[in-house]
């Protein structure tokens, strides 16, 4: 029952900003702005999303080095499938069906594997909240002063907490066992944050890591702007404020959302850009355009490899379900 009311809530928040996203976009306006795409930046678009996938491997592999020596390649596959899998199912089941196969293919345990993602999220919003704060003011697209502060309090706390989660692991562990017992979900918040935390111990690995994940976010920033290129927004949307597109853009997924993210994304892409000076209908095709581009991208090269790792898309659903199930608090699996 619960399954079905979370995917309801996806769905019906995703309608209702897909139907938000559409007003005052004139078809025709919608029309006209696609029908300007310049075919020369076709290799850029196709090829940004793939190399934010394997920055993303890269930095996996650092924090997976305290457990297993895995090759990048390898997680370069894992991390599309995962994001895949996102795009394909309800209430983002492809974390869990990427800690569940990178267990099977690492030969390491599923839940070890969970608890980086973990630390890989908490990483992707200390560098979006830093890049928020600094690039665009940088840049010459400032916001107001007091939503670059917040940012910047925002990041600093995060790296705060993974700072100790990486220093402070038997305190974690713990804690969750002594203190965090009657609350299961935080014992088990604790407990990940130690394990996950676990390659980032030395200081070389911690710069290693944030590279990594700046990078990543300034490359997707580089994918939306160069979008605008492709459809002759650029002046409304250079670099600066691309940042604050993209990071918009993530922060409207953690709102319940259908699978892809179809209408939270439109909706907070095309919201900005309007404040930005862009006409609603030209906001609204740049929106939908640069999504499908990254989805087809994400979700066919998750598709290609998830198959040809010997798995199929319902097989995998199940045993992810089974994964959760396990670790539900108070579950005896």
């Known amino acids: 029952m619960k399954k079905t009311l979370s995917a309801a809530a996806g769905l019906g928040v995703g309608a209702l900003l897909f139907w938000l996203a559409l007003r005052g976009a004139h078809p025709g306006t919608v029309l006209g702005a696609i029908q300007r795409y310049e075919w020369e930046w076709t290799p850029v678009l196709l090829l940004v999303p793939a190399a934010d996938l394997w920055l993303r491997a890269l930095r996996w592999r650092h924090l997976l080095s305290h457990a297993v020596d895995a090759r990048p390649w390898t997680l370069f596959k894992l991390e599309a499938v995962g994001l895949c899998l996102n795009n394909l199912l309800f209430m983002r089941l492809g974390e869990l069906a990427r800690a569940l196969l990178a267990g099977l293919e690492l030969e390491t345990h599923a839940f070890a594997v969970l608890a980086t993602i973990l630390i890989e999220r908490l990483c992707d919003a200390a560098a979006l909240f830093a890049l928020f704060a600094t690039v665009p003011w940088l840049l010459g697209a400032p916001l107001d002063p007091s939503w670059h502060a917040m940012a910047g309090v925002l990041s600093a706390t995060i790296l705060s907490a993974i700072a100790a989660a990486a220093l402070s692991e038997r305190w974690l562990v713990a804690l969750a066992h002594e203190r965090l017992a009657r609350w299961p979900r935080l014992a088990h918040l604790a407990s990940d944050l130690a394990a996950g935390a676990g390659g980032l111990r030395s200081p070389g690995a911690w ?50 959302a259908a699978p892809g993210a179809f209408g939270n994304f439109e909706a907070a892409v095309k919201w900005m850009l309007v404040r930005f000076g862009t006409e609603p209908g030209a906001a609204f095709a740049y929106a939908a355009f640069t999504h499908l581009v990254l989805y087809t991208v994400v979700t066919g090269l998750g598709i290609v490899f998830l198959y040809r790792l010997g798995h199929t898309i319902e097989g995998l659903k199940k045993a992810v379900e089974a994964l959760a199930h396990a670790r539900r608090p108070g579950s005896k699996t």
């Not at 590279?211 to 490359?219: F, Q």
């Not at 160069?226 to 953690?254: I, K, M, Q, W, Y």
């Open 207 to 256: 710069w290693r890591v944030a590279g990594l994940s700046l990078g990543l976010w300034l490359l997707d920033a580089a994918m939306f702007w160069s979008s605008a290129r492709a459809l002759d927004l650029e002046p409304s949307l250079g670099f600066g404020r691309a940042v604050v597109v993209v990071t918009g853009a993530a922060a409207s997924t953690s709102l319940p």
